[in-house]
Structures are given as structure tokens and as C-alpha cells.
């Protein structure tokens, strides 16, 4: 019992790896697949994007009828994944506090 005990969080961390790799590789497909399923399934299209200084671009997908919104990411070779996504997207025109620079 206690050797099975110890092996435990071994097995259980592997199961959890396992999920996260398979999870991954579902959602990474090429970035016109992604762009045209958001747009017919959601009505989603691209509202903001930004590149990362390692050339990834994020981008912002949003249906303005519905709300619903999609991050995603594309590295370069147009391997695009999804980051996240949800409901009730609202545009916001307040201007935000504006920080001074800590360098």
C-alpha cells in the first residue's frame, strides 16, 4: 500500500502531461482553417492583433451580433493555436491610467 502511495503523484503527473500535450496538439491547426471556421460557426473576425518580438502574432476575434470573442496565436509557418475564448466581449472607450516607465 505505502509503495503504491508513493507512485501516486509519479502517475498522476504523468496522466496530467499527457492531457496538456494531447490538448495542445488538438488546437494548433494552420491559421485559414481557424480564421474561416471562426467566421461561419461564430461570426467572429479579427479585431486587434500584435506582434511578439519572437514573430508571433496574437490576434482578437470578435462577432460584435453575439459578443463572443477568440484569442488566438500564430507562430511563424502559420501553425495557428487557440489561447482563449468567451462570451459577452464589450467594447470599452474609457482611457486607462497611464504608468510611468520602470526602466
Not at 25 to 43: K, M, N, P, S, V
Not at 66 to 78: F, M, V
Not at 91 to 100: D, G, H, L, S, V
Request: charged share 20%.
Amino acid at each position: 500500500m505505502q509503495r503504491m502511495l508513493l507512485h501516486m503523484p509519479l502517475l498522476i503527473g504523468a496522466m496530467l502531461l499527457a492531457a496538456h500535450n494531447a490538448r495542445a496538439e488538438q488546437t494548433c491547426i494552420h491559421r485559414d482553417a481557424i480564421i474561416d471556421r471562426l467566421a461561419r460557426q461564430f461570426g467572429e473576425h479579427p479585431h486587434a492583433v500584435r506582434w511578439a518580438d519572437d514573430h508571433t502574432m496574437v490576434e482578437l476575434f470578435v462577432a460584435p451580433d453575439t459578443g463572443s470573442w477568440t484569442i488566438t496565436s500564430t507562430r511563424p509557418g502559420n501553425l495557428t493555436c487557440l489561447v482563449s475564448a468567451g462570451q459577452a466581449f464589450e467594447y470599452k472607450y474609457e482611457k486607462f491610467a497611464e504608468f510611468p516607465s520602470l526602466l
